[in-house]
């Protein structure tokens, strides 16, 4: 059956430190993968987006990688501060007819301590 | 310029009714996706519309049903409702349906009793 699921329910680091942050998935050929940030009570919000034949991309104290050998994307936030402390998205798009059709994990609580 | 608009924010009902929810997409958006987000899970995703017709469909009941008017807005419909239709339901707009971000609105908390 096909799956997506992110590493933890919850991901609690010290102020400074890289937050890292994973989702696997299984029996889907992904077009491309997202992360979204979402915060309590608020609709979800775009970060980043890789596709399938990117292995890396960056932007500011954000990462995501990409391997569709292992079937995983990594997503890390370094140099963590208490303002990044918020639920964690990957969402992939299968691609085709099913263009635009977001498939989630069920996100990871990430809890950055001063 | 005004995001993804959803109303209203929270909404109260008993098992077996139905209940409409309302969504105005960013400017210049034409196509709507609506999702279901059950408490600690990730958005569902239920439908999208674009050109007034419904594209694709997730895995939900017919008694799910949506709307898009010539505006771009979009409605969600649930009949009879359950306690487990509980949840955020989310509705995304895009600029067009071939096209690699949505934005997402605010939600709309329904509570089932």
């Known amino acids: 059956s096909q799956k997506i699921e992110q590493n933890s329910e919850a991901l609690n680091i010290q102020e400074g430190k890289t937050a890292t942050l994973t989702c696997n998935y299984t029996?889907?050929?992904?077009?491309?993968l997202q992360w979204y940030r979402q915060d309590p009570g608020r609709g979800p919000v775009f970060l980043l987006l890789i596709r399938e034949n990117e292995k890396e991309k960056r932007k500011e104290r954000l990462k995501v990688t990409f391997d569709t050998t292992l079937k995983q994307s990594l997503f890390h936030i370094t140099a963590s501060q208490p303002a990044d402390s918020a639920t964690y998205l990957c969402?992939?798009?299968?691609?085709?007819?099913?263009?635009?059709?977001?498939?989630f994990g069920q996100g990871t609580i990430l809890t950055v301590h001063p | 310029d005004a995001g993804v608009t959803q109303s209203p924010t929270h909404l109260i009902k008993t098992r077996g009714q139905q209940v409409t929810l309302r969504c105005s997409p960013k400017?210049?958006?034409?196509?709507v996706s609506w999702y279901q987000q059950a408490l600690g899970q990730g958005p569902q995703f239920i439908f999208q519309?674009?050109?007034?017709?419904?594209?694709q469909r997730g895995n939900f009941p017919d008694r799910f049903s949506g709307h898009q008017f010539p505006n771009y807005s979009s409605e969600l419909n649930v009949n009879a409702l359950l306690l487990g239709d509980s949840a955020l339901y989310l509705c995304a707009s895009s600029p067009g349906l071939v096209t690699d971000t949505q934005y997402f609105g605010p939600g709309t908390r329904l509570t089932v009793l």
């Open positions: 029996n889907y050929s992904p077009a491309y």
């Open positions: 519309y674009y050109e007034e017709e419904e594209r």
């Open positions: 969402a992939l798009v299968v691609g085709g007819t099913s263009y635009g059709k977001l498939t």
């Open positions: 400017s210049g958006h034409d196509t």
